[in-house]
């Protein structure tokens, strides 16, 4: 089943099919320019995909070959070995939205490994979509990152299609720019209105946290928007790659929360606590103090929690 959607764009629902030259495979993922060959997930669940083979720009230029793909990975734990696809990996779409310029292309550079000093399992599904595997907790997430969100006025079909496709959405504002920060409100509000019934995890990412002087934003503002907004909220610095990784792990975790049942989520909990570093274990045991002598303290408790990417 196909569905022709706005120019070049196609959602490809059955995993079976052939279009023009594109043969969809079940069960593997990853496309070759060469061979034009395109997959989708196992689970069978919408991607968007482009129709037309592409030229492969510079920022696009990592692709892995299938076979490549689970053997390496971006692992939130380096004694954990990668689980193959058959063992029940899960698939998130992962939405950047924002204003222009606030680094969205950066963050998912980094994502697809560009940045990577070390070889990236990264694939490229189609310009400005990205698919990783990430080892979160002890268990495997691929990662589908759509950068393809655009803020002029022309393209709001495909605003409208960003604001339907994800399972979940990083809302990306520079702490440098102040416009910025105020569009994310908005986009927040958007994403609201067009997927009304659902609890769509949501990340508020105060990026470029790198450029000191420049700030305009501050944490707490970025905090209280969260708060607000009932999101997460993170800062980081794509250009210094601080807090990239633990985005995208906190994105899959925000996922796991909502989908997943209480027992699996108490146990990848019990999983993060064992491997917790120390200092983070200290900062967690004071956090419980603190809350224990405020007054305020339910209000403390959602405010301290935005900043956790681990609970709900
Ligand atoms: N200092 C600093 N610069 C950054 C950071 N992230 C991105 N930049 C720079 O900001 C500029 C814009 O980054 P992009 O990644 O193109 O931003 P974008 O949100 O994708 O912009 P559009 O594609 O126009 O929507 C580039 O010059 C980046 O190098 C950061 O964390 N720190």
């Known amino acids: 089943m196909m569905e ?91 939405v950047l939205i924002g204003e222009q310029g606030v680094g969205k292309s950066t963050l998912a550079n980094i994502f697809a490994g560009v940045h990577d000093s070390m070889d990236s399992d990264c694939e490229v599904l189609g310009e400005d979509t990205y698919e990783r595997t990430l080892i979160v907790d002890g268990e495997s997430a691929t990662i589908i990152l759509l950068d393809m969100w655009e803020n002029k006025g022309e393209n709001e079909w495909l605003q409208d299609h960003c604001m339907q496709v994800g399972d979940a959405y990083l809302i990306v504002y520079s702490i440098t720019d102040r416009a910025s920060f105020e569009k994310a409100s908005e986009l927040r509000i958007q994403l609201r209105r067009a997927r009304q019934t659902e609890d769509i995890p949501i990340i508020l990412v105060g990026n470029k946290s790198d450029l000191v002087r420049c700030r305009e934003v501050s944490v707490s503002e970025g905090r209280a928007c969260a708060v607000v907004f009932d999101c997460k909220f993170i800062e980081t610095s794509a250009a210094v790659q601080h807090n990239v990784k633990e985005l995208f792990e906190g994105i899959v975790r925000q996922v796991r929360l909502r989908r997943d049942s209480k027992e699996k989520n108490e146990r990848r909990l019990a999983y993060q606590k064992r491997r917790e570093s120390i200092p983070r274990k200290a900062r967690r045991f004071w956090g419980k103090i603190v809350a224990k002598n405020n007054k305020n303290m339910a209000f403390k408790l959602k405010s301290k929690s935005c900043h956790d990417l681990s609970v709900l």
């Open 4 to 94: 022709q959607a706005h120019g070049q764009w196609a959602m490809l629902t059955d995993p079976t099919m052939t279009l023009n030259n594109v043969t969809m495979r079940q069960g593997a993922v990853g496309m070759q320019p060469q061979q034009q060959r395109w997959s989708i997930p196992a689970d069978g669940r919408h991607l968007m995909v482009q129709k037309e083979p592409h030229q492969y720009s510079q920022r696009n230029r990592h692709c892995v070959t299938p076979e490549d793909h689970y053997r390496r990975s971006w692992s939130s734990d380096s004694t954990d070995s990668v689980i193959s696809s058959e063992s029940g990996n899960t698939y998130y779409r992962v």
